[in-house]
């Protein structure tokens, strides 16, 4: 008796259009009370804040279940400073939402699973 082998169904492809929106670079906010050195990292980040976006756009698209900013941040090796913006940016763009759901970060405390958004 043959037994059956599952195949696996292939990943569901990233939406390229999403991608590409998400891709183009943008020089950063920052408010006009703040110090010169939030403008300068503001403007300083033009070069690479698309590449950023889609680093924690297609980790969070990996993560079907969701990822906490800390989780985005260890996976990624990534600073807060830098993490945090490029994912409040993708939630204004549409592509990520909170998920409603809460995980205890290493300290103990709850905080948002954030997920992407699937077509």
Do not use: C
Not at 6 to 33: E, F, L, V
Not at 36 to 63: K, P, Q
Request: proline share 7%; charged share 30%; net charge positive.
């Amino acid at each position: 008796m043959k037994t059956q082998v599952r195949k696996k169904h292939p990943p569901k492809p990233k939406p390229r259009k999403k991608i590409d929106a998400i891709s183009a670079n943008a020089i950063g906010k920052w408010q006009r009370n703040h110090p010169d050195t939030s403008r300068d990292a503001a403007i300083a980040i033009y070069g690479i804040s698309g590449e950023l976006r889609v680093r924690v756009f297609e980790l969070l698209w990996d993560y079907p279940e969701g990822l906490t900013d800390q989780q985005i941040q260890h996976l990624l090796v990534m600073a807060v400073q830098t993490e945090t913006p490029r994912r409040g940016e993708l939630v204004k763009l549409g592509a990520v939402r909170n998920s409603r759901r809460k995980r205890k970060t290493t300290s103990g405390r709850w905080a948002t699973v954030w997920e992407a958004i699937r077509p």
